[in-house]
């Protein structure tokens, strides 16, 4: 259950950073409040998640959630580019955060 709520987590976190993306600069209530509800569930369930998962396996993949989660809504959401070496970089944490999680089993 640890690992869901991580996973959870992860995705809010990646809500949070697009909500701080449309809040524009936290001038528009609506974004600006799915960044407070976003991130206080993402560090909710990342706390709940650290009761079993380690400090620094937990929080990195939490991280890498969420950035991954960011750049791929950049790209389909906001047009950002989706070159290869983007594309190869959310890869190599995917990868990374694969490894964490069977380093920590």
Same mark, same amino acid.
């Given at each position: ?10 995705? =809010? +976190?990646?809500?949070?950073? @697009? ?8 001038? $528009? /209530?609506?974004?600006?409040? *799915?960044? *407070?509800? %976003?991130?206080?569930? %993402?560090?909710?369930? /990342? %706390?709940?998640?650290? $009761?079993? #998962? %380690?400090? !620094?396996?937990?929080?990195? #993949? ?6 991954? !989660?960011?750049?791929?809504?950049? #790209? *389909? @959401? =906001?047009? +950002?580019?989706?070159?290869? /070496? $983007?594309?190869? !970089? #959310?890869?190599? @944490?995917?990868?990374? @955060?694969?490894? *964490? $999680?069977?380093? +920590?089993?």
């Amino acid at each position: 259950m640890a690992w869901l709520a991580l996973f959870v987590a992860g995705l =809010f +976190e990646a809500g949070m950073v @697009v909500g701080l993306k449309l809040s524009e600069g936290f001038t $528009r /209530l609506w974004p600006g409040l *799915l960044v *407070l509800v %976003s991130g206080g569930l %993402s560090f909710f369930l /990342l %706390s709940l998640a650290m $009761r079993t #998962i %380690s400090a !620094g396996t937990a929080y990195a #993949i939490w991280t890498a959630i969420g950035a991954s !989660g960011a750049v791929l809504v950049g #790209i *389909l @959401v =906001f047009g +950002e580019p989706a070159d290869l /070496l $983007r594309l190869g !970089g #959310i890869a190599f @944490v995917l990868v990374g @955060v694969l490894m *964490l $999680r069977f380093a +920590e089993a």
